[in-house]
T-cell receptor
Protein backbone atom coordinates (compact mmCIF):
# COMPACT_ATOMS: atom_id res chain seq x y z
CA UNK A 1 0.00 0.00 0.00
CA UNK A 2 1.95 3.03 -1.28
CA UNK A 3 -0.56 5.70 -0.14
CA UNK A 4 -0.03 8.93 -2.10
CA UNK A 5 2.86 9.07 -4.55
CA UNK A 6 4.21 12.10 -6.42
CA UNK A 7 6.66 12.56 -9.25
CA UNK A 8 9.12 14.12 -9.68
CA UNK A 9 10.70 14.78 -6.27
CA UNK A 10 12.77 17.72 -7.52
CA UNK A 11 12.56 19.92 -10.59
CA UNK A 12 14.31 23.05 -11.84
CA UNK A 13 12.62 25.06 -14.58
CA UNK A 14 13.47 28.22 -16.44
CA UNK A 15 10.88 31.00 -16.56
CA UNK A 16 8.31 30.25 -19.25
CA UNK A 17 8.85 26.49 -19.35
CA UNK A 18 5.96 24.13 -18.69
CA UNK A 19 5.70 20.95 -16.71
CA UNK A 20 3.21 18.55 -15.15
CA UNK A 21 3.39 17.22 -11.61
CA UNK A 22 1.92 13.76 -11.24
CA UNK A 23 0.04 12.38 -8.25
CA UNK A 24 -1.57 9.00 -7.62
CA UNK A 25 -3.29 7.40 -4.64
CA UNK A 26 -4.17 3.77 -4.06
CA UNK A 27 -6.61 4.21 -1.16
CA UNK A 28 -9.74 4.54 -3.31
CA UNK A 29 -10.34 8.07 -2.03
CA UNK A 30 -12.82 10.29 -3.81
CA UNK A 31 -11.19 13.64 -2.98
CA UNK A 32 -7.76 14.79 -4.09
CA UNK A 33 -5.93 18.09 -3.56
CA UNK A 34 -2.92 20.10 -4.62
CA UNK A 35 -1.26 22.40 -2.07
CA UNK A 36 1.80 24.59 -2.15
CA UNK A 37 3.97 25.19 0.88
CA UNK A 38 5.92 28.41 1.25
CA UNK A 39 7.99 29.53 4.26
CA UNK A 40 5.91 31.25 6.93
CA UNK A 41 2.65 30.68 5.07
CA UNK A 42 1.64 27.13 5.91
CA UNK A 43 -0.04 25.23 3.11
CA UNK A 44 -2.36 26.86 0.62
CA UNK A 45 -4.83 24.99 -1.55
CA UNK A 46 -4.31 25.38 -5.30
CA UNK A 47 -7.02 23.09 -6.73
CA UNK A 48 -9.04 20.17 -5.55
CA UNK A 49 -11.20 17.43 -6.98
CA UNK A 50 -14.09 16.16 -4.90
CA UNK A 51 -14.74 13.25 -7.23
CA UNK A 52 -13.65 11.81 -10.54
CA UNK A 53 -14.54 14.21 -13.32
CA UNK A 54 -14.80 17.34 -11.16
CA UNK A 55 -12.24 19.99 -10.27
CA UNK A 56 -12.50 23.27 -8.38
CA UNK A 57 -10.27 26.22 -7.61
CA UNK A 58 -8.73 26.69 -4.20
CA UNK A 59 -7.09 29.78 -2.68
CA UNK A 60 -4.25 30.25 -5.19
CA UNK A 61 -5.23 28.76 -8.61
CA UNK A 62 -3.71 31.37 -10.91
CA UNK A 63 -0.99 29.98 -13.18
CA UNK A 64 -2.05 26.36 -12.69
CA UNK A 65 -4.33 23.82 -14.32
CA UNK A 66 -5.34 20.38 -13.12
CA UNK A 67 -6.68 17.15 -14.55
CA UNK A 68 -8.43 14.38 -12.64
CA UNK A 69 -7.48 11.62 -15.02
CA UNK A 70 -9.33 8.89 -13.12
CA UNK A 71 -10.11 8.12 -9.49
CA UNK A 72 -6.45 7.41 -8.71
CA UNK A 73 -4.64 10.21 -10.52
CA UNK A 74 -4.67 14.00 -10.21
CA UNK A 75 -2.10 16.05 -12.11
CA UNK A 76 -1.04 19.69 -11.76
CA UNK A 77 0.24 21.61 -14.77
CA UNK A 78 2.25 24.81 -14.93
CA UNK A 79 1.83 26.15 -18.47
CA UNK A 80 4.38 28.98 -18.21
CA UNK A 81 6.42 28.79 -15.03
CA UNK A 82 7.27 31.95 -13.09
CA UNK A 83 9.76 32.48 -10.22
CA UNK A 84 6.78 33.09 -7.89
CA UNK A 85 5.87 29.43 -8.39
CA UNK A 86 9.05 28.28 -6.69
CA UNK A 87 7.66 26.21 -3.86
CA UNK A 88 7.13 22.73 -2.47
CA UNK A 89 4.02 21.11 -3.91
CA UNK A 90 2.04 18.49 -2.04
CA UNK A 91 -0.70 16.25 -3.32
CA UNK A 92 -3.20 14.85 -0.83
CA UNK A 93 -6.27 12.64 -0.80
CA UNK A 94 -9.05 11.99 1.65
CA UNK A 95 -11.96 9.64 2.14
CA UNK A 96 -14.05 12.19 3.99
CA UNK A 97 -13.64 15.61 5.56
CA UNK A 98 -13.76 14.26 9.11
CA UNK A 99 -11.05 11.66 8.54
CA UNK A 100 -8.27 14.05 7.53
CA UNK A 101 -6.05 13.94 4.49
CA UNK A 102 -3.11 11.79 3.46
CA UNK A 103 -0.19 13.63 1.89
CA UNK A 104 2.41 12.67 -0.66
CA UNK A 105 6.13 13.29 -0.09
CA UNK A 106 6.16 16.53 -2.10
CA UNK A 107 7.82 17.99 -5.18
CA UNK A 108 10.39 20.73 -4.66
CA UNK A 109 10.17 23.07 -7.65
CA UNK A 110 12.59 25.89 -8.40
CA UNK A 111 11.90 28.35 -11.21
CA UNK A 112 14.86 30.48 -12.25
CA UNK B 1 -13.69 32.85 6.52
CA UNK B 2 -11.92 30.07 8.36
CA UNK B 3 -8.54 30.71 9.94
CA UNK B 4 -6.04 28.99 12.25
CA UNK B 5 -3.56 30.77 14.48
CA UNK B 6 -0.81 28.78 16.05
CA UNK B 7 2.12 29.50 18.28
CA UNK B 8 5.01 31.21 16.58
CA UNK B 9 8.19 29.19 16.50
CA UNK B 10 10.75 28.03 16.60
CA UNK B 11 10.41 26.18 19.88
CA UNK B 12 13.45 24.53 21.44
CA UNK B 13 13.12 22.18 24.40
CA UNK B 14 15.31 19.73 26.25
CA UNK B 15 14.53 16.04 26.06
CA UNK B 16 11.83 14.92 28.55
CA UNK B 17 10.42 18.45 28.84
CA UNK B 18 6.68 19.13 28.67
CA UNK B 19 5.42 20.46 25.36
CA UNK B 20 2.50 22.73 24.56
CA UNK B 21 1.90 24.22 21.13
CA UNK B 22 -1.07 26.58 21.14
CA UNK B 23 -3.67 26.61 18.38
CA UNK B 24 -6.82 28.70 18.14
CA UNK B 25 -9.28 28.92 15.31
CA UNK B 26 -12.18 30.77 13.78
CA UNK B 27 -14.64 28.84 11.65
CA UNK B 28 -17.73 29.69 9.63
CA UNK B 29 -19.28 26.31 10.36
CA UNK B 30 -18.70 23.35 12.67
CA UNK B 31 -15.07 22.30 12.23
CA UNK B 32 -13.14 19.09 12.53
CA UNK B 33 -9.69 19.82 13.96
CA UNK B 34 -6.36 18.22 13.12
CA UNK B 35 -2.70 18.24 13.99
CA UNK B 36 -0.24 17.27 11.27
CA UNK B 37 3.49 16.67 11.66
CA UNK B 38 6.15 17.17 9.00
CA UNK B 39 9.55 15.56 9.53
CA UNK B 40 12.50 17.01 7.59
CA UNK B 41 12.28 16.34 3.88
CA UNK B 42 8.93 14.57 4.12
CA UNK B 43 5.27 15.25 3.50
CA UNK B 44 2.71 15.92 6.21
CA UNK B 45 1.40 13.08 8.34
CA UNK B 46 -1.84 13.18 10.26
CA UNK B 47 -0.89 13.09 13.95
CA UNK B 48 -4.31 13.29 15.61
CA UNK B 49 -7.80 14.64 15.12
CA UNK B 50 -11.02 15.53 16.90
CA UNK B 51 -14.38 15.95 15.25
CA UNK B 52 -16.60 17.36 17.98
CA UNK B 53 -16.45 19.50 21.09
CA UNK B 54 -14.69 17.95 24.12
CA UNK B 55 -13.22 15.14 22.01
CA UNK B 56 -9.60 14.36 22.78
CA UNK B 57 -7.35 13.20 19.97
CA UNK B 58 -4.23 11.28 20.90
CA UNK B 59 -1.35 9.51 19.16
CA UNK B 60 2.32 8.73 19.93
CA UNK B 61 2.02 10.38 23.37
CA UNK B 62 0.59 13.61 21.92
CA UNK B 63 -2.84 14.86 22.94
CA UNK B 64 -5.16 17.70 22.00
CA UNK B 65 -8.66 18.50 23.25
CA UNK B 66 -11.31 20.23 21.13
CA UNK B 67 -12.40 23.22 23.24
CA UNK B 68 -15.37 24.91 21.61
CA UNK B 69 -15.75 27.51 24.36
CA UNK B 70 -12.22 28.82 23.83
CA UNK B 71 -12.00 27.82 20.12
CA UNK B 72 -8.73 26.07 20.85
CA UNK B 73 -6.99 22.77 20.08
CA UNK B 74 -3.64 22.94 21.88
CA UNK B 75 -1.13 20.15 21.30
CA UNK B 76 0.56 18.65 24.38
CA UNK B 77 3.06 15.95 25.19
CA UNK B 78 4.31 15.09 28.64
CA UNK B 79 7.89 14.10 27.80
CA UNK B 80 9.35 14.96 24.41
CA UNK B 81 12.07 13.03 22.64
CA UNK B 82 14.70 14.06 20.10
CA UNK B 83 12.71 12.15 17.48
CA UNK B 84 9.79 14.58 17.99
CA UNK B 85 11.78 17.34 16.28
CA UNK B 86 9.62 18.39 13.34
CA UNK B 87 7.22 21.08 12.14
CA UNK B 88 3.70 20.83 13.56
CA UNK B 89 0.63 22.20 11.77
CA UNK B 90 -2.79 22.81 13.24
CA UNK B 91 -5.63 22.63 10.70
CA UNK B 92 -9.39 22.63 10.44
CA UNK B 93 -12.05 21.65 7.95
CA UNK B 94 -15.69 22.70 8.23
CA UNK B 95 -18.54 20.43 7.28
CA UNK B 96 -19.33 20.58 3.58
CA UNK B 97 -16.04 22.33 2.81
CA UNK B 98 -13.38 20.40 0.94
CA UNK B 99 -10.61 22.76 1.96
CA UNK B 100 -8.26 22.19 4.89
CA UNK B 101 -7.22 25.49 6.46
CA UNK B 102 -3.73 25.34 7.95
CA UNK B 103 -1.86 27.39 10.49
CA UNK B 104 1.62 28.56 9.54
CA UNK B 105 3.37 25.74 11.38
CA UNK B 106 5.56 25.57 14.48
CA UNK B 107 9.09 24.24 14.23
CA UNK B 108 10.01 22.15 17.25
CA UNK B 109 13.59 21.19 18.06
CA UNK B 110 14.41 18.85 20.94
CA UNK B 111 17.96 18.84 22.23
CA UNK B 112 19.44 15.87 24.10
Amino acid sequence: NAGVTQTPKFQVLKTGQSMTLQCAQDMNHNSMYWYRQDPGMGLRLIYYSASEGTTDKGEVPNGYNVSRLNKREFSLRLESAAPSQTSVYFCASSESAARGSYFGPGTRLTVT
Amino acid sequence: GDSVTQMEGPVTLSEEAFLTINCTYTATGYPSLFWYVQYPGEGLQLLLKATKADDKGSNKGFEATYRKETTSFHLEKGSVQVSDSAVYFCALRTTGNEKLTFGTGTRLTIIP
